[in-house]
């Protein structure tokens, strides 16, 4: 849908925050309100009559600045255009008349709202309309106009095949850009935060879950997203801080929870701000060891998973301070019952700014996926990359050479079971997934939410001769990482800007719009919802190690990764990710990457405390 004019331009001055004069009083709403009914009224008529109808628009105050011929540009795209008798193109200006009439309905409702500081657009369901109207739609030229079409920002809403309109997503972006436009003329709102993390998820795994795939085609996704450490409790204390391991202290899982200073958090940034606050699911390992609900935290349902159990039909939960064993029957499956919870703290809390951290268990094994799901997938082809059980391991680390040196065929069947039960695990959480998305919709909540779905670290499925975590390989270290934020990137897209879940709690704090300490090591990546821009360009690495596992350090570029090695024969790898993305060429030993080998060890001793 092509764009129009340059004054749709101010569509995009839709941040929470944005710093102008707005609409207030109830005369200067009422005059804002019936300037747009007057602009979209006006569309209307001319869609099917013809530009030369005449229309007067009252002209609007002061204090909306451009932002009405912002809203009826964002709707009316190329321009209005008449329907001739005989033309085929009714569909397509049914599509252009329900953009049109939806935004009427929302914004005369949702002006109303702003000024009352509502949060919930209770008109939000007008745009189901054109959701209907225009999916399957092929636009048009009529009269030299393309019919239908929308302006900035979603002049470009993504098509099906066959040059068709996508419904949804035309909807979506359409009400989400008129949201933040409306916003941006009366009362900008702070944001509702929820993330969804998983536990032990590779990026690979994330492609079979249904409705976060269906997510990512609405959102920006970050394709080039990585953890610091791929262990549950250090990168799970990372998110909530934007500190390094070594700077917030929880560099293993023993003892994570007690020892972590959770002093100040994100938790406690958004609480402080006037969040209410819920942390559903896993936090950080021996929480059971708690003397209490740690700071910042209104709502508190924490899995204890350090006392025995399976974390899915046998496990002990935090219920704000009071310890309780649950499982033993399918509706309290552990997914579905923290999911059930979630969702009512987003009931019970729509009238205020939320943040909600939702973290299951799952895929963790014992990965046990709930009854309705067991089965499901076990048509599963095998996972067989070119780096599951490389041949040749001669330049890795001394800790692959002997598991490739022990595997047994039992050992490939076991693994094989283990990703199957891994991913029909993971249908209960994206059903949650669902449900919590299909709730922010009902409740009006979904366009000023920022909905993030995420893992705490990667996983391998054979790769390398492994199957687990800990390592720093990519399939440790890559996480999927999907933000949602239809009010400020209503397109969605896809970025390949190095992220890092060090860079979480700074970003998240920013669209809040809290400022957070300032001994933080992630960055604010926040302008690349809205397209590409700067990143980091590097990210220190490293982990202790585990039972097999060597202690490891590196960094992470765009392109090279270098890792040294604390023990065994093999004591530093470089790998070039553009040419060798499965990590198989050793580049260490190679004397035409000399000069980079030395650049990032002296790069790595910067970084490194």
């Avoid at 095998?382 to 050992?411: L, Y």
């Avoid at 004397?591 to 001793?605: C, S, V, W």
Wanted: proline letters at 8%; glycine letters at 10%.
């Amino acid at each position: 849908m092509p764009a129009r004019g340059l004054l749709v331009g101010l569509a995009l001055l839709v941040g929470p925050h944005a710093a102008r004069a707005a609409c207030k009083t109830a005369s200067e709403l009422g005059a804002l309100s019936e300037s747009l009914r007057a602009g979209f009224s006006c569309a209307r008529v001319r869609l099917t009559r013809g530009t030369t109808i005449p229309c007067t628009i009252p002209a609007p105050p002061v204090c909306a600045g451009a932002g009405v011929d912002a809203a009826l540009a964002l709707v009316t795209g190329e321009g209005p255009t008449a329907n001739p008798p005989g033309s085929s193109a009714r569909a397509q200006v049914r599509c252009q008349g329900a953009l049109i009439t939806a935004s009427s309905r929302y914004a005369r409702r949702r002006i109303g709202e702003l000024g009352r500081g509502a949060r919930s657009a209770r008109g939000a369901g007008a745009f189901a309309s054109v959701q209907s109207a225009c999916h399957g739609v092929v636009p048009v030229v009529e009269q030299g106009v393309l019919v239908p079409s929308l302006g900035t920002p979603c002049s470009a809403a993504p098509t099906l095949p066959g040059g068709r309109i996508d419904g949804l997503r035309t909807a979506r972006c359409a009400r989400a850009a008129l949201e933040g436009t409306l916003g941006a003329m009366t009362t900008p709102l702070p944001p509702n935060v929820v993330v969804v993390m998983t536990d032990d998820q590779n990026v690979a795994s994330a492609a079979l879950m249904t409705r976060v795939q269906r997510f990512r085609g609405l959102a920006v996704e970050f394709g080039n997203a990585l953890v610091s450490d791929p262990v549950c409790a250090p990168s799970r204390a990372t998110l909530l801080t934007g500190q390094y391991a070594h700077r917030h202290g929880v560099v293993s899982n023993y003892l994570a929870a007690p020892s972590f200073d959770a002093s100040s958090t994100l938790a406690t940034w958004l609480h402080d701000a006037g969040y209410v606050t819920a942390l559903i699911g896993k936090y950080l390992n021996y929480e059971h060891l708690l003397a209490g609900v740690p700071p910042g935290w209104d709502e508190w349902q924490a899995l204890s998973l350090d006392e025995g159990g399976d974390g899915y039909d046998d496990y002990g939960l935090d219920e704000n301070g009071v310890r309780v064993r649950r499982g033993g029957s399918p509706r309290e499956y552990s997914t579905d019952l923290l999911a059930a919870r979630a969702l009512a703290f987003v009931d019970d809390n729509a009238s205020r700014p939320f943040f909600l951290l939702f973290t299951p268990y799952a895929p963790h094994i014992p990965a046990i996926p709930a009854r309705r799901h067991a089965g499901s997938f076990a048509f599963l082809p095998p996972w067989r990359p070119a780096n599951w059980h490389e041949p040749d391991v001669s330049t890795k680390p001394t800790w692959v050479q002997f598991v490739k040196a022990i595997w047994k065929p039992a050992s490939t069947v076991a693994d094989d079971a283990v990703r199957i039960a891994q991913v029909e695990s993971l249908q209960a959480v994206d059903e949650a997934f669902g449900r919590l998305e299909d709730e922010l919709e009902r409740a009006g909540l979904l366009d000023n939410t920022v909905l993030v779905f995420t893992s705490d670290h990667g996983y391998h499925w054979g790769e390398h001769w492994w199957n687990s975590k800990f390592t720093q390989y990519e399939e440790s270290l890559r996480v999927p990482l999907i933000v949602g934020y239809p009010v400020l990137a209503p397109q969605g897209g896809v970025r390949d800007e190095m992220v890092a879940n060090i860079d979480l709690a700074p970003t998240l704090a920013a669209l809040a719009g809290v400022t957070p300490p300032p001994d933080r090591d992630g960055l604010d990546l926040s302008p690349l919802l809205t397209g590409p821009g700067p990143s980091r360009d590097d990210l220190l690495i490293g982990d202790i190690g585990a039972i097999i596992v060597s202690p490891w350090s590196g960094v992470r570029e765009g392109r090279f990764k270098y890792v040294a090695v604390t023990a065994g024969a093999i004591h530093e790898e470089l790998y070039d990710l553009d040419a060798d993305p499965l990590e198989l060429d050793n580049l260490a030993f190679s004397p035409a990457h000399a000069a980079e080998l030395q650049r990032l060890r002296d790069r790595l001793a910067e970084l490194q405390p």
